[in-house]
Nanobody
Framework: QAQLVESGGGLVQAGGSLRLSCAAS????????MGWFRQAPGKEREFVAR????????YYADSVKGRFTISRDNAKNTVYLQMNSLKPEDTAVYYC?????????????????WGQGTQVTVSS
């Protein structure tokens, strides 16, 4: 059973940067693609970014493309989300998740294990 723990959230001014980390337990971390989702108050959880098991392929939501970068270090069982040029509309709880093989990467139904989330607040 995998466990995912996010960290790195906080309060930042618009235009600033944060780097989120997601530490995973278990020996099989490197076999799975990983994703980041976020949920703003009163809204549904939405896809942010996804990275393949090797790190060679990434996908981003249009709203974060060019500002956010997803990466991973399989030796450390960790996936990262570097967030630059943050906007107030990026305010949300951010979750990392493990993708189920063969599923759509952009829907939360395609992920089986989730972290507890980390709060990101961007002030204007």
């Amino acid at each position: 059973q995998a466990q995912l723990v996010e960290s790195g959230g906080g309060l930042v001014q618009a235009g600033g940067s944060l780097r989120l980390s997601c530490a995973a337990s278990g020996r099989t971390f490197s076999r799975y693609a990983m994703g980041w989702f976020r949920q703003a108050p009163g809204k549904e959880r939405e896809f942010v970014a996804r990275i393949s098991w090797s790190g060679g392929t990434t996908y981003y939501a249009d709203s974060v493309k060019g500002r956010f970068t997803i990466s991973r270090d399989n030796a450390k069982n960790t996936v990262y989300l570097q967030m630059n040029s943050l906007k107030p509309e990026d305010t949300a709880v951010y979750y990392c998740a493990r993708q189920i093989s063969g599923t759509a990467y952009y829907t939360e139904d395609g992920y089986d294990y989730w972290g507890q989330g980390t709060q990101v607040t961007v002030s204007s």
